[in-house]
Nanobody, 122 residues
């Protein structure tokens, strides 16, 4: 089992920045691909970004490319999501996830955090 705990969410004005963190504990999460997904109001959960176990490959949904950066520190069992130039449409609950069930850009993952709210005001 892997336990994931997110932090760093909050309220920010459009154009601002936030950095989300996700620490993994239990059966080591440092060997798993990691991802960030989100669920906006009234929407289905969607893929945002993911990173392979070594950090050498990263993937993003088109709407966040150039604004969001995913990274990881395996020594700390932590993955990060730096979010810049935030837009109101980025408002969502953001979830950290580990071990994709299918493709690393799909929203199906084996382990999930509890989620952290990100609200972007216009």
């Amino acid at each position: 089992q892997v336990q994931l705990v997110e932090s760093g969410g909050g309220l920010v004005q459009a154009g601002g920045s936030l950095r989300l963190s996700c620490e993994g504990t239990g059966r080591t999460g440092s060997t798993y691909p990691m991802g960030w997904l989100r669920r906006g109001p009234g929407l289905e959960r969607e893929f945002v970004a993911s990173i392979n176990w070594s950090g050498s490959n990263t993937y993003y949904r088109d709407s966040v490319k150039g604004r969001f950066t995913i990274s990881r520190d395996n020594g700390k069992n932590t993955v990060y999501l730096q979010m810049n130039s935030l837009k109101p449409e980025d408002t969502a609950v953001y979830y950290c996830a580990a071990d994709p069930i299918g493709v690393i850009t799909d929203p199906l993952w084996r382990y999930w955090g509890q989620g952290t709210q990100v609200t972007v005001s216009s």
